[in-house]
Antibody
Framework: QVQLVHSGAEVKPPGASVRISCKAS????????IHWVRQAPGQGLEWMGI????????NYPQKFQGRVTMTRDTSTSTVYMELSSLRSEDTAIYYC???????????WGQGTPVTVSS | QTVVTQEPSLTVSPGGTVTLTCASS?????????ANWFQQKPGQAPRALIY???NRHSWTPARFSGSLLGGRAALTLSGVQPEDEADYYC?????????FGGGTKLTVL
């Protein structure tokens, strides 16, 4: 069965970076896009960007450009999301989600809580 | 910066019908926006319900349907069940980027 499994919770000080992983299984890793979405406490969902595992290309919204980096390791079917220069507003649950090209979102990971606090 | 707008909250009686909508600040939503709908219950990850405007996933109950309605994407729940109480989010693709709506809190009362 399809699974997207996140790495564990993180606590980071302001100004640090965090790297979260999302390990895919149960399907052909390079046949689906992976998106990253975050949700601050009590808030809605926010799209952070996309990585295409087959070639590694990425697309980030302007808000996160320069601060987010998405990569993948095809040997382990894992995608990574690194967010730098953390501030308190980055405290959130970070999710990966799968898309079949053409806007067909389906499976989501369980999420990784990230807390930014001194 | 594109803004996607949903009703902040709606209330429906069990067995009733309710329509949630999703509007774009850029204009009328069409099939080219590849609207997706997600359900989220407290403490859980979002769950996909509808993709590309009107297609249900294999796990999506038949009482959920997606459409375009008056220039908006719409999610209609017919024969609402108590377990449908949740937050619902739409997602639209615009200019090679994806934008979530602010979410609708659906209360079944």
């Amino acid at each position: 069965q399809v699974q997207l499994v996140h790495s564990g919770a993180e606590v980071k000080p302001p100004g640090a970076s965090v790297r979260i992983s999302c390990k895919a299984s149960g399907y052909t890793f390079t046949s689906y896009y992976i998106h990253w979405v975050r949700q601050a406490p009590g808030q809605g969902l926010e799209w952070m960007g996309i990585i295409i595992p087959s070639g590694g290309s990425t697309n980030y919204p302007q808000k996160f450009q320069g601060r987010v980096t998405m990569t993948r390791d095809t040997s382990t079917s894992t995608v990574y999301m690194e967010l730098s220069s953390l501030r308190s507003e980055d405290t959130a649950i970070y999710y990966c989600a799968r898309e079949l090209v053409g806007g067909h979102f389906d499976y989501w990971g369980q999420g990784t809580p990230v807390t930014v606090s001194s | 910066q594109t803004v996607v707008t949903q009703e902040p909250s709606l209330t429906v009686s069990p067995g009733g019908t309710v329509t949630l909508t999703c509007a774009s600040s850029t204009g009328a939503v069409t099939s080219d926006y590849y609207a997706n709908w997600f359900q989220q219950k407290p403490g859980q990850a979002p769950r996909a319900l509808i993709y590309t405007t009107s297609n249900r996933h294999s796990w999506t109950p038949a009482r959920f349907s997606g459409s375009l309605l008056g220039g908006r994407a719409a999610l209609t729940l017919s024969g609402v069940q108590p377990e449908d109480e949740a937050d619902y989010y739409c997602l639209l693709m615009q200019s090679n980027a994806w934008v979530f709506g602010g979410g609708t809190k659906l209360t079944v009362l």
